[in-house]
């Protein structure tokens, strides 16, 4: 986002207050989790539940570390953070414009990390209690994507669990290319601009390994990176996805 009275983007991001920041939100209409309520009703819940602005290296908004809630990113992209059992802090999703993340049944608030200007809504419990009741799919709905999510997180732990950075770091780019990547004439791209500390954190390793590793990466011609964003040869890909 821009801000023509300032030259420096970084220092107006930090200047701006999650009131004013008012990027296009994915509307609640489009979350296949509500598929089952009628217009009128999410029309109403629109109204209900506010749109509150999480900044990266601010304090996150108050609303965030509430319980009994279903939380949506309404845009941008926040990190879900997580700990190994072994005391490695380590970044087990990107949460992107559309994404659930959830307190329900009194479950502890997670720890997220914005990585850019970032929109979020809570829906609370007692409306979601309220709508089920009158939409039963959305029971169903609910349980069916928050397993997703479940499943997701495991399948991010063992990627962390594994013994060497360059596995870790290379799975997690593979998952990331075949989920958000898009091709282009190069190869497959992630246009996210995560820094080597975001990378070391993803993948619960140290910013200096995860640097390093990139530059084993590159030198072997499986990736170029340029402005952050990486491209995965075309060849390599599909053969690292085949053999998945």
Partial sequence: MSNT???DPERAAHQRSPTSLTPAC???AELSVLRSVHPRDLARLEQLVPRVAALPDRELPAMLGHRDQLLVV???R????????GGHRFMAALLERGSLFSTLGGA?????????DTVVSAIPQSALRSLAVRYPQLGIDLAEALTDRIATLREVGAIV??????????ARVLDLAERIGVVT??????????THAQWALLVGASRESVTLAFGRFKRTGMMTIEDRRITISQTVFDGYSDAR
């Fill in 78 to 85: 926040l990190a879900l953070l997580a700990t190994t059992p």
């Fill in 161 to 170: 669990s594994q013994m060497h950075v360059d596995d870790r770091l290379w």
């Fill in 108 to 116: 502890p608030p997670p720890e997220v990390l914005p990585l850019q």
């Fill in 5 to 7: 009275t300032t030259r």
């Fill in 26 to 28: 994915v509307p609640l």
């Fill in 74 to 76: 309404r845009e941008g």
């Fill in 185 to 194: 004439t190069n190869g497959v791209e992630l246009r996210i601009a995560l």
